[in-house]
């Protein structure tokens, strides 16, 4: 997982590679840090490694190359502050082979 700088009120582009073709990938952010997080039975009981809370920001559909680019507006009142951000994909019955990037963490600025 990659992204852009993160400003309040402009475009912030997120970029999860590797995925599978055709595969629906989540966006996920914390405000509270990267850690231990929960596991989600969704997902197989895959741990994420985002604090609570975690909010889902968007989700994509993995291109011929196996990435997925999500685009979002940075609300113009979000906090300045550092945000953590994760990206998933579910894989298999039930999830169980499900998989989850690296975590990025970026300040979110003027």
């Given amino acids: 997982l ?3 700088e993160i400003h309040r009120g402009q475009q912030a582009a ?4 590797n995925a599978l073709q055709g595969e ?7 405000l509270k ?4 997080g929960p596991c989600v039975p969704q997902l197989g009981g895959l741990c994420l490694e985002l604090l609570n809370p975690i909010k889902q920001f968007g989700s994509r ?8 680019i999500l685009n979002v507006i ?4 979000a906090p300045l502050q550092l945000a953590h951000f994760q990206s ?9 082979d499900s998989v989850r990037s690296n975590t990025v963490s970026e300040a ?3």
């Fill in 108 to 110: 979110i600025q003027n």
């Fill in 61 to 68: 559909t993995a291109n011929a190359n196996g990435t997925a």
């Fill in 88 to 96: 998933v994909a579910k894989r298999g019955s039930g999830g169980i």
């Fill in 24 to 30: 629906s990938v989540i966006f996920l952010y914390s």
């Fill in 74 to 77: 940075v609300p113009k009142n």
């Fill in 33 to 36: 840090g990267v850690g231990d």
């Fill in 2 to 4: 990659s992204s852009t």
């Fill in 14 to 17: 997120f970029t999860a590679d």
